[in-house]
Structures are given as structure tokens and as C-alpha cells.
């Protein structure tokens, strides 16, 4: 069973840095063709894939995010961060981690609402 | 960047009643198009994905189809458990979403 989860601060303040991790299980970040993404959504507005990181390191960005989103992985703990400078509160929303094989997400974590205030 | 434009962005629909939601892309983006569920407070479900093939453990009355840069997702009768946001994903080009169908009870 495929098991992903996000974890982070729920509030940040404009300019800080975000740092999420997201811990899963049922499937292994080495297995060829396999890749996890970070997917937010902000109130009111659509789906938004931020980053995306593959079984052989390969990382793929949002074009509009690209200078302030930075995506590694950490295979001995199942764990994939995900880094986002200069925080605005745009940037608030409900932060999810997914899975994909072949460019469409099948299973997702929970999500992880962030709050951008002073 | 691809964008993605779905319509209409409100559906009002009755049980039983058959609705199709139209997802249109940019640029040509082949058969790289997922549907995804979405309820209030949950993560996304995916429902379909390579246009038409149907996600396991998804019912039936969900099909989808298109290619090149217009799909739709079809609901053949209403259920009351589908009452919700539909988005559109491609996959051909980076990754972009629409910006949501919400299905509401008429």
C-alpha cells in the first residue's frame, strides 16, 4: 500500500524560507521510471505542480517558480524535500507530495496547509 | 507553458442526470491527459489518466476521451458521491492543471 505524508510549518512569514518534507512507503525512489512531485493549491484557485524529482535524480520545475523552488531526495529515509525561498502570502495554500510513473499522479499524501502572514 | 482551459468552470447536475466536462490544451499534447477528482478537504483522486483509461477501482460511469488539444470527461449518471471539483492534467509538457470544474447538486 502506497502511503505518502507531508510535514512542515504551517505558518511562515513573508520572505522566509519553506522547507517541506514528505515521508512515504509502498514504493521505492530508486525504482526506475518513478518520480515524486510537489503539488499545491492556493483558495480559490487551480491545481499548481511546483517540482517534480525522478528515481535518477532527474528534476523537473514550474517554469514561473523555477528561482525559488529547489527539489531533492533522500532515498535511505523514503523522504523527497521540497525548498521555497522569499515566501509571500500568495504562496499560501494546501501543499501536496504525489507520486507518479508516468506523468500522471496515482496516489497523493493528505496535504499540509501553509499560511504566509506576518 | 501549456495551459489548460476547462469547461464550464460550474455544473449544476441532478442524480441520475449524464454531464461532460471539456478540458482544452494550448498546444497539441497527444493522449497525456489525466482527470482528477477532488472533495472539499481531501487530496485529488485520480480518475483517469492517458485520456481514456480508467483508474482502478474507479466506476464505470466515468469515461473520458479526445486527443491532440480537446478532451472531455463523461459522467454517465449522477451519483450523489460525485459531487465535486474535476480538474484536467497534461503530461506532455511539464505538468499544468485546469483550473477546475465544480459539479454541484441543481
Known amino acids: 500500500q502506497i502511503t505518502l505524508k507531508e510535514s512542515g510549518p504551517t505558518l511562515v512569514k513573508p520572505t522566509q524560507t519553506l522547507t517541506l518534507t514528505c515521508t512515504f512507503s509502498g514504493f521505492s525512489l530508486t525504482t526506475n521510471g518513478v518520480s515524486v512531485g510537489w503539488v499545491r493549491k492556493p483558495p480559490g484557485k487551480a491545481l499548481e505542480c511546483l517540482a517534480l524529482?525522478?528515481?535518477?535524480?532527474?528534476?523537473r520545475y514550474s517554469p514561473s517558480l523555477r528561482s525559488r523552488v529547489t527539489i531533492t531526495k533522500d532515498t535511505s529515509k523514503d523522504q523527497v524535500v521540497l525548498i521555497m525561498t522569499n515566501m509571500d502570502p500568495m504562496d499560501t495554500g494546501t501543499y501536496y507530495c504525489?507520486?507518479?510513473?508516468?506523468?500522471?499522479?496515482?496516489?497523493w499524501g493528505q496535504g499540509t496547509q501553509v499560511t504566509v502572514s506576518s | 507553458d501549456t495551459q489548460m482551459t476547462q469547461s464550464p468552470s460550474t455544473l449544476s447536475a441532478s442524480v441520475g442526470d449524464r454531464v461532460t466536462i471539456t478540458c482544452r490544451a494550448s498546444q497539441t499534447i497527444g493522449y497525456w491527459l489525466a482527470w482528477y477528482q477532488q472533495k472539499p478537504g481531501k487530496a485529488p483522486k485520480l480518475l483517469i489518466y492517458k485520456t481514456s483509461s480508467l483508474e482502478s477501482g474507479v466506476p464505470s460511469r466515468f469515461s473520458g476521451s479526445g486527443s491532440g488539444t480537446e478532451f472531455t470527461l463523461t459522467i454517465s449518471s449522477l451519483q450523489p458521491d460525485d459531487f465535486a471539483t474535476y480538474y484536467c492534467?497534461?503530461?506532455?509538457?511539464?505538468?499544468?492543471f485546469g483550473q477546475g470544474t465544480k459539479l454541484e447538486i441543481k
Open positions: 492534467q497534461q503530461y506532455n509538457n511539464y505538468f499544468t
Open positions: 524529482i525522478y528515481w535518477d535524480d532527474d528534476k
Open positions: 504525489a507520486v507518479s510513473t508516468r506523468g500522471y499522479f496515482g496516489s
